[in-house]
């Protein structure tokens, strides 16, 4: 399979607790983005890299947020001290870089449900 | 002001029926506009993009843009039952990475 996965798909944790989340892009993609998306809402921007390099955060991504890219493969995506407004759907999304349009292909997505 | 406005319906047409779903935005900067087509709890997946404005079709869809009235819209002709998805706009940012603006998604189904 040659699109962006995501792992796990699913995730329950209790209101505190550590997560981390995984995406693999695209091999020859060295753009990658994290988006949240809520219910009912369009994806919000979170973070982006280009290679290992992370080049833009949002106001979304609180301190308890962290992301990482290490080599500029996958890149991974930790909440610390999970609150119930971190429920959402977190979407990873990949592109290469070149002028024009900038086609992001989505993964699956990893849901999380924080109890 | 939503930089990228979208009824999120939900819209419900027959089988056959041409759906036109629509978007408005805010920056007269954006230049590159994506439609998305998001199935029940899966990642959105990529239909079409366009550049300015103007007209692009791809077999049964067709993407529109007006930029004077900073419009933008998706028809789908002969709409199936397979076509019923959240299908979402999106529009560029101002800063140079790429990083997409979506609208809220607009929800439709189609009754065979």
């Known amino acids: 399979d040659t699109g962006v996965s995501q792992d796990p798909r699913h995730k329950i944790t209790k209101r505190g607790q550590n997560v981390t989340f995984r995406c693999d892009p695209i091999?020859?993609?060295?753009?990658l983005y994290w988006y949240r998306q809520t219910l009912g809402q369009g994806p919000e921007f979170l973070t982006y890299?280009?290679?290992?390099?992370?080049?833009?955060k949002s106001r979304l991504l609180s301190d308890r947020f962290s992301a990482e890219r290490p080599k500029g493969s996958f890149s991974t995506l930790e909440i610390q001290r999970t609150e119930q407004g971190d429920s959402a759907m977190y979407l990873c999304?990949?592109?290469?870089?070149?002028?024009?349009?900038?086609?992001?292909?989505f993964g699956p997505g990893t849901r999380l449900t924080v109890t | 002001q939503k930089e990228v406005e979208q009824d999120p319906g939900p819209l419900s047409v027959p089988e056959g029926a041409i759906v036109s779903l629509n978007c408005t935005y805010s920056?007269?900067?954006?230049?590159?506009f994506m439609w998305y087509r998001q199935y029940s709890r899966k990642g959105p997946e990529l239909l079409m993009y366009?550049?300015?404005?103007g007209n692009k079709e791809d077999g049964r869809f067709t993407a529109q843009v007006d930029k004077s009235s900073k419009y933008i819209s998706l028809f789908i002709r002969d709409s199936q039952p397979s076509d019923s998805a959240t299908y979402l706009c999106?529009?560029?940012?101002?800063?140079?990475?790429?990083?997409?603006?979506f609208g809220q998604g607009t929800t439709l189904q189609v009754k065979p």
């Open positions: 890299f280009q290679n290992e390099a992370q080049l833009e």
């Open positions: 920056n007269s900067a954006f230049q590159y």
């Open positions: 999106a529009t560029y940012g101002s800063s140079n990475t790429g990083k997409l603006i």
């Open positions: 999304a990949s592109s290469l870089p070149r002028a024009g349009p900038n086609e992001q292909y």
């Open positions: 091999s020859e993609h060295n753009r």
């Open positions: 366009t550049y300015s404005s």
